[in-house]
């Protein structure tokens, strides 16, 4: 599939005879650690990239299913033939990049989720507590026990500071919330999901927040047969379950768009791009709950406008 | 008697995390003592568990999606039979495969069968079932006494299996081809076929605990979703002395713990999540290192065996 990847693109190139924008990019390649079908994060980075180039001009390439050991030789691959903006699709990347960033100074590289920026390294990622907080805010408002609760797998930034925001948001709706934290250890495992939601809701939780991936059906399953609200995250669940009170929508293909419009344009620098409230593209919330009266709508939408104009600045950025 | 409560909960808990391992352990059992490894458990759960869905998807009725889940079973059972009893190949290496296999298969069926739905396509499954009288007991009615048909239906097979594998006849039959083949062989015991038949009823026990995952817990299919139960199965095999009745015991012991981990979160906050996950695990290696001088393994388990060989 690799193989046949670069020969796709050295075939496009071939046949992509004309002088393309100047200052722009004109090829950009994403290595991925997954298969591109896979219904969630590759295929998000692979549509990102691909939608993109159709719409904006450049040529796109992509390796799929790309494990560790062969990291380093497909991202220099990509740089030796030119490519002006190499991805790593995923944090596991970023040891990568940056041993092939040092060797190809004249190619942009960025890292999605990526834990540090170089002059050619630009990041991209989202501020979770941000979105947490507003989720926070309406599970703290529409909790009659005053318990709400939030399931992750497993502690790392993404999870902590989504935890921290929505403990944030649901103190600021209500200062006397009891927030309880379940750690599942299992991103898959729809069994402990689901016992994880049975938990918080037979210690008073009417709220709860799975934020796994496949174990957040369990949960939500135990949600609706104990009939209290949950809340959905990276799309707009409540499609899907009637019981969301309102969802996180983290949508990577729309950050990665923010980005590739800058890299089109040849803005894209050695920083970091986190995609925040004011880029609905990349990160926006979902429908409201009809249970949900209108001044909690109200003071969420409040809230949002002064994350826009900072004046509300939630904690860990 | 809030601790009272606090049991109940665990209590229930236990069943309903135990009854996936303990199917499939039983079925590991079952397929160890006729001298065959079954690694293929993980595999088999999820073939299950799409069998269930699809069955109950299609036509409405969780009966039929039982049927459906238990035939996928035997299938990915008698498939890990035709490798390791006809090819003799590896049975590590065959279960492995079968794993890689049914993975790949059931994630590329599900997308064809409930198309852009995929997580989303609800299922009709079983409800609970009360029994009479016991279901109003304090404590272990509400969380033993009304669980779903197939936590009832793991009880009767457990007992089942250790009458048949124990008491019976054919039973003793399948033990001995598990200890010695070659006398078996020579005592008249078609084993051959004994081996078939343990590795398929093997199949469709795994596959029980993936029917359990979907029409009991869940009432959808996810890609994964077995994840990792078929080898917490192998380890409450040994931990259970290669016993039916054992190696339940083991696997409700492994659901106790993560049971009582989740409980543990609410009332230790400053202890480390990480201390209650690993909890099952610690406390299968004690059990394990503690017993583990009495090696009762089936003697000749994962060793083809080949007639024509002295």
Aim: with cysteine; hydrophobic share 50%.
């Amino acid at each position: 599939m690799q193989l046949m990847s670069k020969l796709l693109a050295g075939l496009a190139a071939l046949m992509l005879a004309g002088p393309a924008a100047a200052d722009g990019i004109e090829r950009a390649a994403i290595v991925m650690p997954g298969s591109i079908s896979d219904n969630g994060w590759n295929q998000a980075g692979f549509e990102g990239l691909t939608k993109a180039g159709e719409a904006l001009g450049f040529e796109a390439a992509f390796s799929e299913s790309v494990h560790q050991p062969e990291q380093i030789e497909v991202l220099s691959d990509y740089a030796r033939r030119g490519y002006d903006l190499v991805i790593g699709h995923g944090g596991e990347f970023q040891d990568a990049v940056e041993r092939v960033a040092a060797r190809f100074p004249e190619t942009m590289f960025m890292v999605n989720n990526g834990l540090g920026t170089k002059d050619n390294i630009a990041n991209a990622d989202f501020y979770f507590s941000q979105i947490a907080y507003l989720m926070g805010y309406v599970a703290g408002s529409m909790s009659d026990t005053g318990t709400i609760g939030i399931i992750a797998a497993q502690q790392f930034k993404f999870t902590t500071d989504t935890v921290a925001g929505y403990e944030a948001g649901a103190k600021a709706a209500n200062p006397d919330v009891r927030v309880l934290v379940t750690w599942t250890g299992d991103w898959d495992d729809i069994a402990k999901g689901k016992e994880a939601a049975l938990n918080q809701i037979s210690q008073g939780a009417d709220v709860v927040w799975p934020t796994m991936d496949s174990a957040t059906l369990g949960s939500m399953q135990a949600v609706q047969e104990k009939g209290v609200y949950g809340i959905g995250i990276y799309r707009d669940a409540i499609n899907e379950w009637p019981e969301i009170l309102q969802s996180a929508i983290l949508d990577v293909r729309g950050n990665m768009r923010s980005y590739l419009e800058l890299a089109a344009a040849g803005k894209l620098e050695g920083a970091l791009y986190r995609a925040d409230m004011g880029n609905e593209l990349a990160m926006r919330i979902g429908s409201f709950h009809p249970d949900i009266p209108v001044g909690v709508v109200d003071e969420v939408n409040k809230l949002i406008d002064a994350m826009k104009s900072g004046t509300l600045v939630v904690n860990p950025q | 008697m809030i601790d009272l409560v606090l049991l109940g909960d665990v209590l229930a808990g236990t069943a309903r995390l135990g009854t996936p391992i303990a199917f499939a352990a039983l079925g590991g059992v079952i397929a160890e003592r006729g001298g065959l490894y079954n690694i293929g458990l993980e595999g088999q759960i999820l073939a299950g568990a799409l069998g269930a869905a699809a069955g109950s998807f299609a036509t409405g009725s969780a009966v039929i999606g039982l049927g459906c889940g238990i035939i996928c079973g035997l299938i990915s059972g008698l498939l890990l039979g035709y490798m390791s009893v006809r090819l003799r190949i590896n049975q590590l290496v065959g279960g492995i495969a079968l794993n890689l296999l049914l993975a790949g298969l059931t994630a590329f069926l599900s997308r064809q069968i409930f198309g852009a739905q995929a997580g989303g396509a609800r299922v009709k499954g079983f409800s609970q079932i009360d029994i009479p009288f016991l279901s109003d007991l304090p404590v272990v009615g509400p969380s033993l006494f009304s669980q779903d048909p197939l936590f009832y239906l793991l009880i009767g097979l457990a007992i089942a299996a250790w009458f048949w594998l124990m008491k019976s006849h054919k039973g003793l039959d399948l033990r001995a081809v598990g200890e010695n083949p070659k006398a078996a062989d020579l005592a008249g015991v078609p084993v051959f076929r004994m081996q078939y038949l343990a590795i398929a009823v093997s199949g469709a026990l795994a596959a029980l605990a993936g029917v359990h995952l979907v029409l009991s817990q869940v009432y959808v299919f996810a890609e994964g979703m077995s994840a990792g139960k078929g080898f917490i199965a192998l380890a409450a095999i040994i931990l259970g002395r290669w016993s039916p009745i054992g190696a339940i015991c083991a696997a409700l012991f492994f659901g106790f713990c993560d049971a009582v981990q989740f409980k543990l979160q609410f009332t230790s906050p400053e202890i480390p999540y990480q201390l209650f996950l690993i909890l099952p695990y610690l406390a299968s290696l004690i059990a394990l290192v503690v017993l583990g001088a009495k090696a009762s393994a089936p003697a000749s388990v994962g060793l083809p065996y080949d007639r024509e060989h002295r």
